[in-house]
């Protein structure tokens, strides 16, 4: 009592927006409390899947090493056996190779107590049948019974080498080396020299003008034109030549400006590393004093 009715209208509004302002705290913080288990919920799942893809890669890691450690040992035991199987087929071989060698000596020795000479010459036509010494048609297709007396088919070079004058066999003919005379070649390789008849036969006629270097130092010698007078020329190429890449469209052109004005940067460049080097020598040459006599320039 005794109060304002608008006074009294103001404090129960102000209870009632602290009421409100009281009840969306409260729905505010169970909301975040829900949206903070879930994105919690969520970062456990993604956490979950994680390690389990992680697991699978390393389990995929280990499984990889593993087919290959097999791979290894298997290649290991195959190469061990194909080693072993290579030895006994080396060794059969060689045996074989040893029984060959065995056998043509043999052979080489009973061939050599067959073979007629100064000393069982006797002996030797004793142990040959008459037939061999008849003069009928039917007695020339007798065979010998050495193989080696009487035989028409003789080759000098194993004869030589049964008897020892020779150690190995005869060269075959698909193994020579042939002695080719090409005299095309020949020519064609003396025509890569320079001959006398090669030389010119006149004399080289005299330049009526000047030389591209004479022709040079006329037109931008020091007489016509200084130093600045070059350097400001050279600046006005560039400048024309950089508008004119600006404007130009065809490519091929544009390549062509491109490294004309490369040259000129290239040749700017260089008068400038010269201009500097000189002001260089100048300016030490003052600071050290006139060069006594005699020295080099």
């Known amino acids: 009592p005794g109060l304002h009715p608008y006074y009294v209208e103001y404090v129960a509004w102000e209870r009632q927006m602290r009421e409100l302002r009281r009840i969306y705290r409260a729905q505010y913080l169970q909301k975040l409390a829900e949206v903070t288990e879930i994105e919690r919920a969520n970062e456990a799942e993604l956490r979950a899947a994680e390690m389990e ?3 699978q890669r390393k389990q995929a890691h280990l499984q990889r090493v593993g087919e290959e450690m097999k791979r290894r040992a298997i290649l290991r ?6 080693s ?21 000596l043999r052979r080489t020795e009973t061939l050599s107590k067959l073979v007629a000479s100064s000393e069982n010459l006797e002996d ?5 049948p008459p037939s061999l010494f008849e003069t009928s048609t039917t007695s020339r297709t007798a ?5 080696v007396l009487l035989s028409r088919n003789v080759s000098i070079p194993f004869l030589l ?15 020579r ?3 080719v005379d090409n005299i095309h070649r020949e020519i064609m390789e003396s025509s890569y020299g320079l001959m006398p008849e090669d030389e010119p036969r006149f004399e080289t006629a005299p ?5 591209d270097q004479e022709r040079a130092m006329q037109l931008y010698g020091d007489s016509i034109y200084t130093d600045e007078q070059r350097t400001a020329m050279l600046e006005s190429k560039l400048e024309q030549v950089e508008r004119m890449i600006t404007y130009e469209k065809n490519d091929d052109k544009k390549q062509v400006l491109q490294k004309l004005r490369d040259s000129l940067e290239a040749a700017k460049t260089a008068d400038a590393s010269t201009r500097t080097e000189a002001m260089g020598k100048g300016t030490a040459r003052q600071q050290r004093g006139e060069d006594p006599s005699g020295l080099p320039a």
């Not at 035991?77 to 194909?82: H, L, M, S, W, Y």
């Not at 080498?161 to 193994?175: D, E, H, I, M, Y």
Request: aromatic share 4%; proline share 6%.
């Open 53 to 55: 893809e992680r697991r």
């Open 177 to 179: 080396i042939p002695q």
């Open 161 to 175: 080498r049964q008897l020892g004058g020779a150690k190995g066999f005869p060269q075959q003919k698909s193994r």
């Open 77 to 82: 035991d195959r190469q061990r056996v194909e």
């Open 84 to 104: 072993k199987v290579n030895e006994a087929l080396e060794m059969a071989r060689r045996s074989k190779q040893k029984r060959r060698k065995l056998f043509w």
């Open 124 to 128: 030797a036509l004793k142990i040959m």
């Open 207 to 211: 330049m009526r003008g000047p030389t």
């Open 143 to 147: 065979p010998s019974s050495t193989g």
